[in-house]
């Protein structure tokens, strides 16, 4: 393990207390703000709310109608959310899938907080060198994404397993069924898929058997509309459902996993049986703090999206967001500025926290978050901007992260909650098949290069090691403790900002649901500031420049979000409008 950074060189900082402390419809999306009445006093003595129904927003109205159905037989929150992951395998294969891992969020009706680690990890005879080639440069991206090189031992089905044993209601083989279905029986191709299938046919009809599934004699991607049946897909789960984790992570599945990947591996270390075998979801210390009046958890290391968004949002609390209102650019401008502080500290400090020591307090002190606040002016853009704490030791890390990727939330009847971000990475991960679902490509979010000018990037490639990650499943409770919203994005890098803007137009701007989820996206990584094409931040590019912004360009961003609000003691819930997702109701 490396430990190049001392928690020494920190000291300087005070430590935070997080939580280190502590047949379905589709929904109306209701035309009020989040409520939020009651007040901190009264905390306390708050009895949790008892929901009409449950619900379950998801970017797939056939897995947000299996997680339903879940829940109408008497499922929790949790075997909604293992149903919901294993439905969106079947239709939204480019996404996620079991092939892939991810991040989860769970809560009681308490407000009692769990973070769940279900991300891939490397082999565990991969080395820092695995994506450059023999003069030491780094890969081209799509060189290193199709094949075996690119594949992470894939971590949902354990993170279903530990999570089903503590939260489970009904029994596992039965949050199986929706999904089984599906695959058996069919599915009509959407809009989106068949874009999909269109756009990545380099991954997608990489291997043999995905061609015979998804695409046509002529080698033509199916039409939008078109059945798509996956009958090994089906048989697959039908083992899993029968024989639990061990039958992915041990025997046949593990064997051909091991086998294909290995064969498609052309150098550096391969993955093995036993790589699968040794692999466990972890739960994680959960990362929560007070933005103005709310309580807001996140996921930690090995992802930066509790970091990230937690940071963006308190270091403009010293500015009056409500009073601007989202039509500013002002508004949009100090967001901006906020993002660039927190994705310099984000670059430089986050990665697997069981590899390098992830400075997660210091990063969200509130004094430190104040000091980096101080930095931001309403009038003006910060000629640079670096990272916060000392780091002598580490060095910038950078490249593309995620993209495949879904987001969905449950809310159940009694209030419990959850938020998993689900990925295999780029469209459809890999590019291999194995059982009728694709394996991830997880091991191109480490940075390539693992060290510069003699200093090591944090979020390099070693063995075991779990790649970072911006997946930042969301969990909100007002002033009175109860539960506000429960939110999480796809897109990469961007999933961050999705979710700032969707907390910032719920809690700052007073937005329904849905309409804080049709803002637009302002996404700044570094000092190029990316708004979203087409939407009304492009007419406020020439005021953004005004205000001192060298770069401002509109791009295409892979948005979509997923979230459910409460409202005055009813669920709401809502889609990414850029997306085909939608809330169902139990």
């Known amino acids: 393990m490396s430990r190049s950074l001392t928690w020494g060189l920190l000291a300087p900082f005070a430590p935070l207390s997080l939580a280190l402390s502590g047949c379905a419809t589709p929904t109306t999306n209701g035309a009020q703000p989040i409520s939020e009445t009651a007040s901190a006093a009264s905390a306390a003595t708050t009895q949790p709310e008892v929901f009409d129904k449950g619900m379950v927003s998801a970017a797939d109205p056939r897995a947000a109608q299996a997680g339903a159905e879940i829940l109408r037989r008497g499922g929790s929150a949790t075997d909604a959310a293992i149903a919901t992951m294993l439905a969106l395998g079947v239709v939204e294969p480019q996404s996620s899938g079991i092939g892939g891992g991810g991040f989860l969020m769970l809560a009681d009706e308490q407000g009692n907080v769990e973070s769940w680690d279900g991300r891939e990890t490397a082999p565990k005879a991969a080395t820092p060198a695995r994506f450059l080639d023999g003069s030491g440069q780094p890969l081209p991206f799509r060189t290193a994404v199709v094949g075996g090189r690119s594949v992470g031992v894939p971590g949902n089905i354990a993170l279903a397993a530990r999570i089903h044993a503590e939260h489970g209601r009904l029994p596992w083989a039965d949050l199986f069924q929706p999904a089984i279905r599906l695959a058996r029986e069919g599915y009509a191709l959407s809009k989106r898929g068949h874009d999909s299938l269109a756009r990545s046919p380099d991954t997608a009809a990489h291997d043999p058997q995905a061609r015979a599934i998804y695409y046509g004699s002529d080698g033509q991607p199916s039409p939008v509309g078109a059945t798509i049946r996956n009958p090994a897909l089906a048989r697959t789960l039908e083992r899993l459902a029968g024989e639990g984790a061990d039958g992915f992570y041990k025997g046949i599945i593990a064997r051909a996993i091991a086998e294909k990947v290995a064969a498609e591996t052309p150098s550096d270390g391969k993955l093995t049986e036993p790589d699968l075998a040794a692999f466990t979801a972890k739960k994680r210390p959960e990362v929560c703090a007070r933005y103005r009046v709310y309580r807001i958890c996140s996921m930690g290391p090995p992802s930066s999206g509790a970091t990230t968004v937690l940071a963006t949002l308190i270091q403009l609390e010293g500015f009056d967001l409500a009073a601007l209102g989202p039509g500013s650019p002002v508004a949009w401008h100090l967001i901006a500025e906020s993002e660039r502080l927190a994705y310099a500290d984000r670059e430089l400090f986050l990665g697997d926290p069981d590899f390098v020591p992830v400075p997660v307090e210091a990063l969200l002190d509130p004094a430190y978050l104040r000091r980096r606040g101080a930095l931001i002016s309403a009038d003006r853009t910060m000629a640079k901007v670096s990272a916060g704490l000392p780091a002598p030791h580490l060095a910038r890390g950078e490249g593309p992260e995620e993209h495949g990727t879904s987001h969905f939330v449950v809310v159940d009847r009694q209030g419990n909650t959850a938020s998993w971000t689900s990925t295999i990475e780029s469209a459809f991960g890999s590019g291999i098949m194995v059982g009728g679902f694709y394996l991830n490509n997880e091991l191109t979010d480490f940075s390539f290069v693992p060290e510069k000018d003699g200093a090591i990037v944090a979020n390099r490639v070693e063995g075991g090691k779990r790649p970072r990650s911006s997946m930042a499943p969301t969990l909100v409770y007002g ?42 996206v302002l996404f700044a990584p570094t000092d190029t500031i990316n708004v979203e094409k087409g939407s ?48 169902v109701s139990q």
Do not use: C, F, Y
Request: hydrophobic content about 50%; cysteine-free; aromatic content about 2%.
């Open 479 to 520: 002033p009175d403790g109860k539960l506000l919203l429960v939110v999480g994005a796809a897109g990469g890098a961007t999933i961050p900002v999705q979710v700032i803007r969707a907390l910032i137009g719920s809690l700052d701007w007073k937005l329904p649901v849905d309409q804080a989820l049709a803002l637009p």
């Open 536 to 583: 009304r931040l492009e007419a406020m590019i020439p005021a953004l420049t005004a205000l001192g912004h060298g770069s401002v360009r509109a791009i295409e961003m892979p948005l979509k979000t997923n979230a459910v609000a409460v409202v005055d003691g009813r669920l709401v819930g809502a889609g990414d409008p850029r997306s085909e997702g939608v809330a």
